[in-house]
């Protein structure tokens, strides 16, 4: 699919910026998915706290990676004023 850095503009993201954005959205999809199906699974069955494990370990994950891609948002944006001005 052409977009700015396959039609020869500047990319406006990277790779791992990009790779990142995928993942947050799987792993939200993965805590979604966990707590509706926990809710499926009758009470006492061990599969209810396995679900909750990966509700909650997927959404801390998701806080983490964002943490995360803020840092690389801003070195990118400091690194770009340094590139200005010099
Ligand atoms: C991407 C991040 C997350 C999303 C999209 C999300 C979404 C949800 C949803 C839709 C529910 C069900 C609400 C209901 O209908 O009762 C829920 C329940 C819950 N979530 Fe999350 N959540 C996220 C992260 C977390 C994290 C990081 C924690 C704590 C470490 C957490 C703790 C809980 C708890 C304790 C419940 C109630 C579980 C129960 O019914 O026993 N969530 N969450």
């Known amino acids: 699919m052409a977009n700015a850095a396959t039609m020869g503009g500047p990319a406006r993201f990277s790779r791992w ?3 990142l954005h995928w993942l947050t959205l799987l ?3 993965i805590a979604y998915g966990a707590i509706e199906a926990k809710g499926l699974v009758p009470k006492g069955a061990p599969a209810r706290d396995l679900l909750k494990l990966v509700h ?3 959404g801390a994950l998701v806080g983490a990676l964002m943490l995360l891609r803020l840092g690389l948002r801003a070195c ?3 690194a770009a004023q ?3 001005s010099s």
């Open 17 to 19: 910026q990009i790779r």
């Open 27 to 29: 792993l939200v999809a």
């Open 56 to 58: 909650f370990n997927a």
């Open 76 to 78: 990118e944006f400091f």
């Open 82 to 84: 340094v590139h200005e």
